[in-house]
Structure formats: structure tokens, C-alpha cells
């Protein structure tokens, strides 16, 4: 959707990456491991010489979901399950994650694996660095149930709770209002 609000950098990439589902409306991009190796590319997470199974798809979705709902305990609207703490170390192990000096002396975490197993370490390495920055609680997955689309508060007090108010904040508004007269009467 045109009006929901993209993130750049480090929280635009893992935003990016966790809006490769729309829930609610599809499309799922992430369709088969072709689509996944070519959004991995164009990412630049990996080398276009390499390719991508289902195995590697399967965990890509979870990781993607784990990560989702990272962002949702951030903004108080879900909590991390074990599977999803198992999810993300698993990543960070399998990959081989190590701490790298670039030659302008920064440090950054680098996988040591290749193909699509380094280029999930990326997009946890990347987690990590973005999860650094003051602006990574304006990163939040929308309050409705079935849409939690990843979007990006940009309102002055953070105070967004929908990725678009046109679309879930009214749908929203009307369930409570549904909800609440039935209990009512
Ligand atoms: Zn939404």
C-alpha cells in the first residue's frame, strides 16, 4: 500500500524483509525458493551465483515470523515465544556470526558462512544494528490481528497503532464498536 510508511537503513531492511508477507491481504513474496534467492539478491545479502532450497525457504519464513514478533514485543503488542529466541540464535550460530573491523575501524557482525545460511546471518546481524538505534521503537507491527504489517511510526509522540488509520484503524474501530454493543445488549 502507497501510504504505509517504509523505514530506511538498517530497521528499513529488516522491515522489508518482515513485510515479504501480507497477511491479511497476500501476496506472500516469498512464494518458493526462487523468489527467495532473487529478493536475497536484491537485497545484496547474497551473491547471485547462489541458490536457494526449500529447506532454506522453510527457515526463512521462520525466521521472518520470529522476527515479527520481535517487533511486536517491542511495541507492546505480542510477546517472543521460545521457538522464535531458538529461531533467531540458531541463525546467529549457524551462520557463524563474528565480529569484524571494516577498514574505516567500525565494527560490524559478519557471517562466516556462505550462500543463503550467511545471507539469514545477515538479516540477524542486521536486526542487531538496527535494534541499536534510537529510532528502532518507531519500528511496530500494526494493532490489528490479522494485518500485522511491520510499519514505521513516524507521528511526532510515536503514538501510530495501525499501519494505515483509512484502512485497519477504522476496520478496528468498527470490531471494538461491534464487539462492545453486543456485550451491551
Ligand atoms: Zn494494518
Redesign the pocket.
Known sequence: MADRQTATGDIGLVQAFVNTADL?DGPEELEDSNTLQAWLVAKGLLDSSQTADASDLKHAIALREAIRNVIGASSGLSRIYPVDVATLNGTASASGLRMRFGAEGKARLEPESPGVVGAMGRIVATLYSAMEDPDWTRLKL?S?PP?R?A?YDRSKNHSSR???MA??GNREKARRFRSHTKTDS
Open positions: 491479511q500494526c490489528s494485518c504489517w510499519f495501525w499501519c494505515t484502512s485497519c
